[in-house]
């Protein structure tokens, strides 16, 4: 059974660097890891994705070690207005059945 | 920039009826999905669909719903039957296909209330 489990929330203060970690046991071989992020009442809005190794854009770095089975969000520098649900989205293997995570509810503080 | 759009963005309806919840993907996306989220809980998968098949389809999927691309534009989900507990915020998503363009991406949502 595939389980896509992240911390449940977690606190941090303006301007620190915040990671989020997704475990992923059953991931698709040949799929990608996305992680987005979700405002109250709003869809899901798409903050990264990579495959393997480390990925970086302009709002936030991603870390896939070679196993595939976690991967970690990084916010470098967090702002009040970063406060939201952060989830990752994964395939499960050999479908195009796609899993979220739990979700972990980042509060950030001023 | 291209976004999905959703409609309505609240649908309120009695248990047994029929709803019909419409999404516009991005226009040159060819993969579209539906989720849904009930209150406080973690977004969940319904459906995938290209080629105008369904791909896949979860466990919460059953027979009450169904899919369809009926003209070049937009992708409905159906809900014959409402139950209570389909009240919950239904999200379309679309892709496209290709190595590095597979990235989801979702409307705003439809909140679906039955009464």
């Known amino acids: 059974l595939a389980k896509t489990t992240q911390p449940i929330s977690m606190d941090s203060y303006e301007g620190q660097e915040v990671n989020i970690t997704c475990s992923h046991n059953n991931i698709a071989t040949n799929d990608y890891i996305t992680w987005y992020q979700q405002f109250p009442s709003q869809g899901p809005r798409f903050i990264i994705q990579g495959y393997k190794t480390k990925v970086t854009n302009e709002v936030a770095s991603l870390f896939i070690p070679a196993d595939r089975k976690s991967s970690t969000l990084s916010l470098p520098r967090v702002s009040l207005s970063d406060t939201a649900v952060y989830y990752c989205?994964?395939?499960?293997?050999?479908?195009?059945?796609?899993?979220f995570g739990t979700g972990t509810r980042l509060k950030v503080l001023a | 920039e291209p976004e999905v759009t959703q409609t309505p963005s609240h649908q309120v309806t009695q248990m047994g009826q029929e709803v019909i919840l419409r999404c516009v993907p991005i226009s040159n996306h060819l993969y579209f999905y539906w989720y849904r989220q009930i209150l406080g809980q973690k977004v969940e998968f319904l459906v995938s669909f290209y080629n105008n098949e369904i791909s896949e389809k979860s466990e919460i999927f059953d027979d009450q719903f169904s899919v369809e691309r009926p003209d070049g534009s937009n992708f409905t989900l159906k809900i014959r039957s409402t139950k209570l507990e389909d009240s919950a915020m239904y999200f379309c998503?679309?892709?496209?296909?290709?190595?590095?363009?597979?990235?989801?991406?979702f409307g705003p949502g439809t909140r679906l209330t039955v009464l």
């Open positions: 998503a679309s892709s496209a296909p290709g190595l590095r363009e597979d990235t989801q991406y």
């Open positions: 989205l994964v395939a499960l293997s050999g479908t195009y059945k796609y899993i």
